[in-house]
Every structure is written in structure tokens, then in C-alpha cells.
């Protein structure tokens, strides 16, 4: 690690699973505040995605409108990460508190204060903000009236909402990265693109077609953030993992090929400027009307990214045929259940080594920046007299920040920096329960929002602030 560039070490968070206070100060609801935490009915969220996501008992529950009150407790938060010795911090901005119902002219300006406050907090503890502008959020009435991304408007709307912030936050934020985990659009079409799905509509075109407009959108973010100050770095965003074929069999090999390459489609054309070759094939095949306007091939040409940032909680298996193999769950979906991996605290499989892989991949793949924006473990954690003692996650940080470095050392990868996941405890985007906890920093708080809210650190605190302490060396 001894690179010019600082290496950023941090932790991330996502204003929809953070902020809580959906209300307040103007800000109005948004397709995250429409998570339930009811585990059925969550369930048929993630099954069907259908209008019924909309209506609701009158007693139910919403993580996302609680968050865990960061809106209230960022100068708390900011000053124990502080103390924990990041020098980097990703939060996202939330639309629907700069643009409530996502088509004003102008801005919710009690909405841009927050952030302008949480910037000046960040500023005084040195810490750069890497900023998430699309988080899994859409203004709710943009769901309603335009099926989210499905609809070509929603691409000019969030253009005036970037190019808002990016005016308003210049020269405060150099790193942008437009949207998370696009490739998410496929897995979770309501909270990557805020898409209903109708019975008898074409809902995999639909997924594309949004996915096609978030790729245009982010293009012309880029655009417009390197008109408004040329120090401005964009990233492309995925939620990666390498999918290993499940034997050396040339078929299960192949599998997990075509695997990948739908799973690298967007941060394709983020980095390179154009659908790769296959997908002309692969749409033909699926079906799949996709309306591409004429300019939009020259737009996405002409404004790539500057680096790529990804998630990694785990890595993927597949095989041609799965004749009865078990499966298990992972970031967003199923996957084969690889039987070489060791069960860990989590659901989803732990593969510290498949992070060396999975960077290895990217950077042979892309020949760009690279950064780690989010990992971690997300277990139940047992908080005694202010105390967890989660040696869990100790193990899981120093398994993946191992591999990391090793990554760097000996295989010579560009990277910018490591992130840890929901650094604050936060609620869960696939099971909506903030009992599935992902911090260093403990937050009291249960899945119903009773609690005093009050932060602790746990017993991975330390761990990570010696990690960070000795760049790495401790591991
Ligand atoms: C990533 C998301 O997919 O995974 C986060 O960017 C999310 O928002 C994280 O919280 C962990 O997933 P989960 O489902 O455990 O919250």
C-alpha cells in the first residue's frame, strides 16, 4: 500500500436505509419507504413486485422510514468515525428530500441543508465523501406515475436532480457515483428501479429498458458533473462476485461465462461506452424489445467512467444443469450452494479469497481504478451490558482485508480504497430487519424501532481501527 494516491479506508451507508425521518423537512416518501418489514409480506415484495407493494394495513411496519436516525445523529456518527480513523465516508443523497416528488423545478432547500451540514461535519474531520446519488431510491410519485425507470422522462428528472447537487456541492465532493449497483435492476426490479411489475406485460423488457435509461442517466451525470467541475471522478457501481463454474466440466464452465457476462452487462457499458457484442444475440433470444434512442449510442460513447467501484459480500456457483444441488442465497439472489466453502455466522456464503478473484477479474476486464465501496458480514449480533462481542466479524474483515492486500501486493491491482458496509448498523435491504447488522458500530435499536438509538462500539470497532492504523499491516 504505498501508492501516491491515499489509499481511502472507510465505511458506507445508503440514506434510504440510514436518514429515518422520511417526512421531515419536506421530503416525501420514496419506493424504499415501501419495504415492509412483515416477512410475508416482504417476501411477495421480492416475488412479484406487483402494485399490491403499494397499499398497506394501516399498522404495518417500514424499516426504511425509521432508518436508524442518522438525520439526527450524523455529527455522533461522523465524530466516532472519527475516532475509528477512516478518512473516507460514502453516504447517498436522497432524491426524494432535494426533489419530493421528484419533478419540482426547484429544490427542497431545507433538503440540500442537510447534506450541506453533513459535508461541513465530514470537512472538519478530513473525511472525503464519496457520494451515491441513486441508492435504491426513486421519489414514490415517480413509481406511480411512470413505472420509475421504465419511462424515458424519469432520465431527464434525475438529470435536473444531479446536475442540481453537483452544482450546488462543487468543489465539496469529487467522487460521485451515480448509481448503486445497477445490475440490481435484474434482481430486485422495484428497489433497483422502482419498477412495478403488471400481469401480461413484457416485465423483462421492462427491467432492461430501465436499466437502459439508468446506463443513459449516468452518462449524462457525467457529462454534465465534468462541465461543472473537471476535478469530478464518476464510478460505475456493481454488486460483483465471480461466479465459479460448479465442476471443470467445458458446459458448467460455459454456464458460468454467460453468468458473468449478463452480470457485467451495465459496468460493460459503463466502462467501454457500448453494449458488448453478445447482448445483440442475447436480446434477440430473451425477446427483448428494447427502445434505444439514436443519440443515446454516442451519449454513452462519449462519457465513461473514471473507475469502477463494486460491492462484495460473497461469490457465485453454477452449473449447466443443477440436478438437485442445493441452493443458497446470496447479494440480491440464489446461487449454488459451493460445497468447498466453510459455513460461516452469515447466510450468505463467506469467500475472502474470492474478493482476490473478483479483483483479479475486474481489473484484467476493465484496466480502470478499482474500489471496494462495500463489504462486510450481516449477522445477529448479541449486545450485552453495551458490549458485542462479534469476533465473527473480526474474522470476515481480516479474511477479505488479507485477500485485499494480497491483491494489491502480488497481483498488482489498482485500488482506491475499502469501504466497510453499513458501518452503523442499518436495516437490511433483502430481509428489512436492522437485527441483520453489518456495523462496527452497534446501534440500540430492535426491528420494531424500539430503542434508544443509541450508538456502542463492538468489539470489530478496535479490530478495524488497527486495520486502518497500520494501513492493513495488522492483518
Ligand atoms: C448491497 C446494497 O446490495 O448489499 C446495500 O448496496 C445492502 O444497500 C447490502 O444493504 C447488504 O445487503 P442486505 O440485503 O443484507 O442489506
Known sequence: ?????????????????????????????????????????????????????????????????????????????IALLKELGVNSFRFSISWSRIFPTGEEAEPNEAGIQFYEKLLTELEKHQIEPIVTLSHFEIPIQLVKKYNGWENRRVVDLFGHYAETVMRRFKGRIKYWIP????????????????ILFEEGKDNLSIQYQAGHHQLVA????????????????????????????YTCDPKDVFAALQQEKENLLFSDVQVFGDYPKFFAHFAAEKGLKLVIQPEDRAILKDNTVDFVSFSYYSSACTAAEENGIDRVATNGYTTLRNPYLPKGKSVWQDDPLGLRITLNQLQDRYHKPLFIVENGIGTQDVFTEGQV????????????????????????????????????DLPSVSEGKISKRYGVIYVDQDDENNGSHQRYKKDSFAFYQKVISSNGAVV
Open 1 to 77: 500500500m504505498t501508492k501516491e494516491r491515499q489509499f481511502l479506508w472507510g465505511g458506507a451507508v445508503s440514506a434510504a436505509q440510514c436518514e429515518g425521518n422520511y417526512l421531515a423537512d419536506g421530503r416525501q416518501p420514496s419506493n424504499f419507504d415501501y419495504l415492509p418489514l412483515d416477512d410475508r409480506r416482504l417476501k411477495a415484495v421480492y416475488k412479484n413486485q406487483a402494485a399490491s407493494i403499494l397499499e398497506s394495513t394501516g399498522d404495518e411496519i417500514y424499516p426504511g422510514r425509521n432508518g436508524n436516525d442518522f438525520y439526527h445523529h450524523y455529527q455522533a456518527d
Open 218 to 245: 449516468n452518462a449524462l451525470a457525467i457529462k454534465a458533473g465534468k462541465q461543472i467541475d473537471p476535478e469530478n471522478q464518476f464510478g460505475a457501481m456493481l454488486a460483483a462476485g465471480k461466479t465459479y463454474a
Open 179 to 194: 448509481f448503486n449497483e445497477m445490475n440490481m435492476v435484474l434482481h430486485i426490479p422495484f428497489i433497483g428501479g422502482g
Open 389 to 424: 462481542h462479534d469476533d465473527y466479524r473480526i474474522h470476515y474483515l481480516h479474511g477479505h482485508v488479507k485477500n485485499m492486500l494480497l491483491a494489491v501486493e502480488e497481483d498488482g491491482i489498482d485500488l482506491m480504497g475499502y469501504l466497510m458496509w453499513g458501518i452503523i
